[in-house]
């Protein structure tokens, strides 16, 4: 176990790691695919892609670390200052009150070694077929038959179907199941899964850096970014593998669920301040490993918790354990 934290764990010869790695996936009846390094904003770890079913896990080993940020960013750039500006003459002092009401507060804290999901999954959403959509509703079969005809690509029924073109002239269908975060938890459960808890998803999604972003305390503003692009012909710069091989609050819009009391999210606002047109900054601030999405959730239902299928999404860890 104690091999498995990185104060250990990186300074293991690359030969033992890969002998860890192949044991873990004994352990969880899953397959290497292969062993890679993944390395971002001046982290590396060398670990190994697993197969679970139709998924792809690697392994994050544990650590001691310093999580949550308070205070205020230093030197950042006049486009972000011009942004803050819209809403205080004064933008340090807008910023240091926002960060002080949105923000998780620093604390030490031990993160067990993990076995992490590396993309998102979807929720409600499910693939179905032509037969079941016979079945299911005669107005819904309208509505594909109508979309088959017409020039769209895309069709989304609220919380009821979901049309889309792909190749060949087919059309992917795939109809919508409401569930809640209290179902959701128990499925995982089942399977033997958990969701990530706040300081897990703060470690995995910035590895224990001391600034608001994984890369520093401002924008970089020659990334190429999703709904700010300057490039759409090539691939956005969040959306790369970070230094844990994990694809992760690389979308303002997709918030993940992570495990709590009640239902919790990270990662994103629901694209909220992108299309309030607060500009990149503001935009991208609830990617922070620390913005804690507060005002969002006081909005779901206590009692209910049900989940939206259009915005939230989670992915899956193993702790793995002596």
Known sequence: MKNLYNNIYSVLPEEKKKEILENLAKKYNMEVLRFETFTKYSKSIFTAIFKYKESEFVFVPGDTITLGYEGLPKNLSDESLEQLRYFSENPNEFLEEYIKNNFSKVREVTIKPMLVERNLQIVSWRKSDLDELKKFDIELLEEYNNFKDSGYNRLTLDETARFTKIKNGDIEIELYDSIT????????????????????????????????????????????????????????????????????????????????????????????????????????????PYYNQKTIVDEYDEDDNELDGDFNFYRRVLRIEE
């Open 181 to 288: 975060y209290d179902e959701l938890c128990e499925n995982l459960k089942d399977d033997g899964f958990s969701l990530p808890s706040l300081n897990e998803w703060e470690y995995l999604c910035g590895g224990g850096c001391r600034t608001l972003f994984p890369w520093g305390d401002d924008i970089d503003y020659n990334m190429n970014l999703l709904y700010f692009s300057k490039d759409g012909n090539h691939k956005y710069d969040l959306e790369e593998p970070n230094f844990f091989g994990l694809f992760i609050a690389y979308d303002p819009y997709k918030m993940e669920i992570i495990e709590a009391n009640e239902l919790t999210i990270k990662g994103g606002d629901g694209g909220c301040n992108v299309c309030g047109g607060f500009g990149e900054f503001l935009g991208y601030l609830p990617c922070s």
